[in-house]
């Protein structure tokens, strides 16, 4: 103890003034020890207390500026929502959440299109809310809708949605129509309204545009004259698409592909037995490469057939998302709701297509 004392003491006395001088490296042991006890980072003062603890060091640097750090969104790490939770199980602020007004995307990357279609055997404004809060609970954004029996062609507001439909002119029968959520609306290039049987909708997207095809095709019990007017449409509607457009044909065919596997166009996975509206599908199919999307994803059975019948011992499966076969990457999943109701013998169906829509900005 007495040394130690000694050797603080000569260190208040500082470095002997005679002799050469020499350098910082060449400094004798006890400059070294001196500079040991009266430097910055030193553990002990001369008084012999020990200095305030510093805060605990983080990985980054000293606690202080990781919780700068914290608040500050990193460039390779997508935007989180408001209210998610992070691995700490803390909610996120509220500034980390993207603001949609400031891009051109209507959803954050990544999140897929909801698109459903549902035969409502008839459309009342009661079933309208219906349907809508429906597509709210399953978080649908476009839904198309079939047998709507509604007149004339048009559009209309209904609070947070968008409804495009086309009617019969004069009689309450038929009848198809997009509803769509007012967000996805700005992205709306056009909507054509080509009979009570068919309506399309083309919608910016990336990273190709969008075009959407809403169909109700005749019964088995329809005039054959009938049934070829329909694909005579159909087809010419598809000859005016833009042929770089993914394009998605939906709706009620009142046709069942069944269960047997062929080439591109059906897969392994349908529902029963083909008949003859199935086949004039699948060859219409095959002329414009497409292929029927519900037939290629394993679900339960219950997730498969679309209508039933009156009594309920028959379930068909006779409504179908087609793709064209290009694009097939971009559905990734296709199943109906069997939770949802609308007082319908058909089942909402609904898929997820991958693609981000984007808003088309007004022209100064």
């Not at 998610?84 to 954050?108: A, F, M, Y």
């Not at 076969?325 to 609904?350: E, F, M, Q, Y």
Request: proline residues 6%.
């Amino acid at each position: 103890m007495e040394d130690v004392l000694d050797l603080g003491e000569e260190c208040r006395r500082g470095p002997a003034t005679s002799g050469p001088k020499m350098g910082r490296r060449a400094q004798p042991e006890s400059a070294q020890t001196e500079n040991q006890f009266s430097g910055k980072n030193s553990s002990l003062t001369l008084t012999g207390e020990a200095p305030p603890p510093k805060p605990p060091r983080r990985q980054g640097g000293w606690a202080d500026d990781s919780m700068k750090a914290s608040n500050a969104v990193l460039e390779d790490e997508p935007p989180r929502l408001e209210g998610t939770q992070n691995t700490t199980g803390e909610e996120l602020p509220t500034q980390s959440r993207p603001n949609l007004n400031d891009t051109d995307e209507v959803k954050p990357p990544g999140y897929p299109l909801i698109i459903g279609t549902w035969n409502v055997r008839s459309m009342s404004d009661g079933k309208l809310e219906v349907v809508k809060n429906e597509m709210e609970r399953v978080g649908i954004d476009i839904l198309g809708i079939s047998e709507l029996e509604w007149t004339g062609t048009g559009r209309l507001v209904s609070k947070n949605h968008m409804v495009y439909y086309a009617g019969n002119d004069k009689l309450k029968e038929n009848g198809v129509a997009f509803i769509m959520k007012r967000s996805i609306s700005k992205c709306l290039l056009k909507y054509n309204t080509v009979s009570d049987r068919l309506i399309s909708i083309r919608l910016r997207g990336k990273p190709v545009n969008t075009t959407i095809i809403q169909v109700y095709a005749p019964t088995t019990n329809a005039k054959d004259e009938e049934i070829e007017e329909f694909y005579t449409m159909l087809q010419s509607e598809i000859d005016h698409t833009c042929k770089k457009d993914a394009l998605i044909i939906t709706g009620d065919w009142n046709a069942q592909v069944g269960s047997i596997e062929e080439g591109p166009v059906v897969g392994k996975f349908g529902l029963g037995d083909r008949n003859d509206a199935g086949d004039r599908l699948i060859e219409f199919c095959k002329t414009n490469d497409l292929f029927i999307a519900n037939t290629f994803f394993q679900q339960h059975k219950r997730r498969l057939y679309t209508w039933t019948s009156p009594d309920g011992l028959h379930r068909e499966q006779i409504d179908y998302f087609c793709g064209k076969t290009r694009w097939k990457c971009l559905l990734t999943s296709v199943k109906t709701k069997p939770g949802a109701n609308c007082g319908t013998d058909h089942r909402l169906l609904v898929c997820k297509f991958k693609v981000n829509l984007k808003k088309i900005r007004a022209s100064p």
